[in-house]
Structures are given as structure tokens and as C-alpha cells.
């Protein structure tokens, strides 16, 4: 099967990611996320390559080979403070226009659908990890960082737009799939 969107929740079952409000770990939440952009896709009629929520982000970059073509997005949720706001989307150092301009519409969007503010798009080198393995990949990657999982405001933005950000994310990565 050739696959077009590769799509990680960024976590597994062994890592939990962050905790935010009220004890929610950043695992459950982006792999809830990931399944309802992926649904949406596969009702697009489009090719969805997965992680596997046992499977650890290595393990899944070894597995997955995109295509320039292809569009690789892994979505996080950010953790600070408590009180930091806001929506970005991480792109490699040295991206392609296409990661570029896809990142932009989800960033824009996502501050918008949700009333949150934009951080803007960032290099992952502007990121708190600096380097992100992700970003190695061929197509249009990126990193949509969706909110402060550990701000209430920021999660209840979310909470009330979930699934219209999934639609959302679905159509902007099925704009940018070039198969």
C-alpha cells in the first residue's frame, strides 16, 4: 500500500508527554487528536500510515519512507508554566515551501478556530528540543504544538473546538498532499 499522510501522535503508551490541567497527559490527548484528524481523512478518501500506540517515535520514524509528495504531521501539545497561551507549529531549520506555507494555515487557523493566541511558526531549532527528528523526513512536515496543555483557558479553547479542528487539520493536510 503506498501511503501519502503519515500521521504520529508523538507519544506512546510509555511516554506519557506532558501533564496539564487536571492530571491530562499530552499521550491520551494527541493520540485522541490524531484519530479524529485520520478519521477524517480515510472519509477523504485519502492514505493514512499511523504510529501504533505501543510504538516509539523511533521506532516509527525507522518504519515510515514519505515521498516529497507526501505530508508528515506528528501534533503536540505544549506545556509551560500554567499560564503561557497560544498555538505554533514547529518546521524543520532548513524547510521545504510547502512545510512552510502548511504550517502557516494550520497556525493561523488554530488561533482562530480557537480564540487562542498565534506564536507563529518556528524552526526547531527556536524549540525548547532544538532538534527534532521529525523534521528529517521528505514532504511537508510539520509539528502543530495545538495549545498550552497545562493553561485551562488554552484547554477549554480546545475542548470546545476538537473536532472542528480536526476537520480543519484534515483539510489542510490533504491540500498540501501532492499524490
Same mark, same amino acid.
Given at each position: 500500500?503506498? !501511503?501519502?499522510?503519515?500521521?504520529?501522535?508523538?507519544?506512546?503508551?510509555?511516554?506519557?508527554?506532558?501533564?496539564?490541567?487536571?492530571?491530562?497527559?499530552?499521550?491520551?490527548?494527541?493520540?485522541?487528536?490524531?484519530?479524529?484528524?485520520?478519521?477524517?481523512?480515510?472519509?477523504?478518501?485519502?492514505?493514512?500510515?499511523?504510529?501504533?500506540?505501543?510504538?516509539?517515535?523511533?521506532?516509527?520514524?525507522?518504519?515510515?519512507? +514519505?515521498?516529497?509528495?507526501?505530508?508528515?504531521?506528528?501534533?503536540?501539545?505544549?506545556?509551560?508554566?500554567?499560564?503561557?497561551?497560544?498555538?505554533?507549529?514547529?518546521?524543520?531549520?532548513?524547510?521545504?515551501?510547502?512545510?512552510?506555507?502548511?504550517?502557516?494555515?494550520?497556525?493561523?487557523? !488554530?488561533?482562530?478556530?480557537?480564540?487562542? +493566541?498565534?506564536?507563529?511558526?518556528?524552526?526547531?531549532?527556536?524549540?525548547?528540543?532544538?532538534?527534532?527528528?521529525?523534521?528529517?523526513?521528505?514532504?511537508?512536515?510539520?509539528?502543530?504544538?495545538?495549545?498550552?496543555?497545562?493553561?485551562?483557558?488554552?484547554?477549554?479553547? !480546545?475542548?470546545?473546538?476538537?473536532?472542528?479542528?480536526?476537520?480543519?487539520?484534515?483539510?489542510?493536510?490533504?491540500?498540501?498532499?501532492?499524490?
Amino acid at each position: 500500500m503506498k !501511503y501519502i499522510i503519515h500521521s504520529s501522535a508523538g507519544h506512546h503508551n510509555q511516554d506519557s508527554g506532558a501533564i496539564g490541567v487536571n492530571g491530562r497527559k499530552e499521550a491520551d490527548e494527541t493520540k485522541i487528536f490524531r484519530d479524529l484528524v485520520n478519521k477524517e481523512l480515510r472519509r477523504m478518501g485519502k492514505e493514512v500510515e499511523q504510529d501504533d500506540d505501543n510504538e516509539t517515535l523511533g521506532q516509527y520514524l525507522g518504519r515510515i519512507n +514519505p515521498t516529497d509528495k507526501d505530508v508528515v504531521i506528528e501534533p503536540h501539545f505544549n506545556a509551560f508554566n500554567g499560564k503561557a497561551r497560544g498555538v505554533e507549529v514547529l518546521i524543520a531549520d532548513n524547510a521545504n515551501e510547502r512545510s512552510k506555507a502548511m504550517a502557516k494555515e494550520l497556525v493561523d487557523g !488554530y488561533a482562530r478556530i480557537m480564540g487562542i +493566541p498565534n506564536r507563529g511558526v518556528k524552526t526547531e531549532s527556536q524549540s525548547a528540543r532544538g532538534k527534532l527528528a521529525l523534521m528529517r523526513k521528505k514532504g511537508a512536515v510539520a509539528l502543530p504544538e495545538i495549545c498550552f496543555m497545562d493553561n485551562a483557558k488554552d484547554m477549554a479553547a !480546545y475542548d470546545s473546538n476538537k473536532v472542528n479542528l480536526a476537520c480543519f487539520t484534515a483539510n489542510v493536510i490533504a491540500k498540501y498532499d501532492l499524490n
